[in-house]
């Protein structure tokens, strides 16, 4: 069983930056695909981004390409979502996931741990 905790959330002015970070315990993600998916208010969670077992690979939705970053440190167990530019539209609620299988899913029916989550809000 992994237990992943997502920190890192808060309120930021249009064009900021944050920074999450989603820690793992229980055991090691090392050889997980590791995701971030939002879920913004009335709408359906949806994929953000994700990063394959060994970090050689990376995806993005395309509303975040080139401003966000997925980056995971295997040695500390943890996944980081760095966010620039950050517009209003980017407020919900961010999600870590991990999956067991090694090939890069974008659907969230593929992730098998999920985080409570962590809230973004960006003002205009």
């Known amino acids: 069983q992994v237990q992943l905790v997502e920190s890192g959330g808060g309120l930021v002015q249009a064009g900021g930056s944050l920074r999450l970070s989603c820690a793992a315990s229980?055991?090691?993600?090392?050889?997980?695909?590791m995701g971030w998916f939002r879920q913004a208010p009335g709408k359906e969670r949806e994929f953000v981004a994700a990063?394959?077992?060994?970090?050689?690979?990376?995806y993005y939705t395309d509303s975040v390409k080139g401003r966000f970053a997925i980056a995971r440190d295997n040695a500390k167990n943890t996944v980081d979502l760095q966010m620039n530019s950050l517009k209003p539209e980017d407020t919900a609620v961010y999600y870590c996931?991990?999956?067991?299988?090694?090939?890069?899913?974008?659907?969230?029916?593929?992730?098998?741990?999920w985080g409570q989550g962590t809230q973004v809000t960006v003002s205009s």
């Open positions: 229980g055991r090691t993600i090392s050889s997980y695909t």
């Open positions: 996931a991990a999956d067991r299988r090694l090939r890069v899913a974008m659907t969230e029916y593929d992730y098998d741990y």
């Open positions: 990063i394959s077992w060994s970090a050689g690979s990376t």
